[in-house]
């Protein structure tokens, strides 16, 4: 009943910025969570960053890095200052509660970070 559609992955030199967007469609009404998780090679998927009744949090890892934001049924995450340990497939994810993972996946957007 929701789809999720990610875009906005690239390859970026070290050091550059990246803009991920996630767009909502379908039955979205009453959708409170959204978030990115990623996943690199050899990990486990983690999650990012997230954006739940107005609330934020980041993983450690990017704090300070990355910025996540939402429109309706959009989100954002602009993430700057990037190195080669960002480099996963980003996944964005939704769910009608506070709780991440949500019920909702994106097919992901592949960052890769490298000279």
């Known amino acids: 009943q929701v789809q999720l559609v990610e875009s906005g992955g690239g390859l970026v030199q070290p050091g550059g910025s990246l803009r991920l967007s996630c767009v909502a469609s379908g039955v979205i009404l009453g959708i409170n969570a959204m978030g990115w998780y990623r996943q690199a090679p050899g990990k486990q998927r983690e999650l990012v960053a997230s954006i739940t009744r107005g609330d934020t949090t980041y993983a450690n890892s990017v704090k300070g890095r990355f910025t996540i934001s939402r429109d309706n049924a959009k989100v954002y995450l602009q993430m700057n200052n990037l190195n080669s340990e960002d480099t996963a497939v980003y996944y964005c994810?939704?769910?009608?509660?506070?709780?991440?993972?949500?019920?909702?996946w994106g097919q992901g957007t592949q960052v890769t970070v490298s000279s």
């Open positions: 994810n939704a769910g009608r509660f506070g709780i991440m993972p949500g019920r909702y």
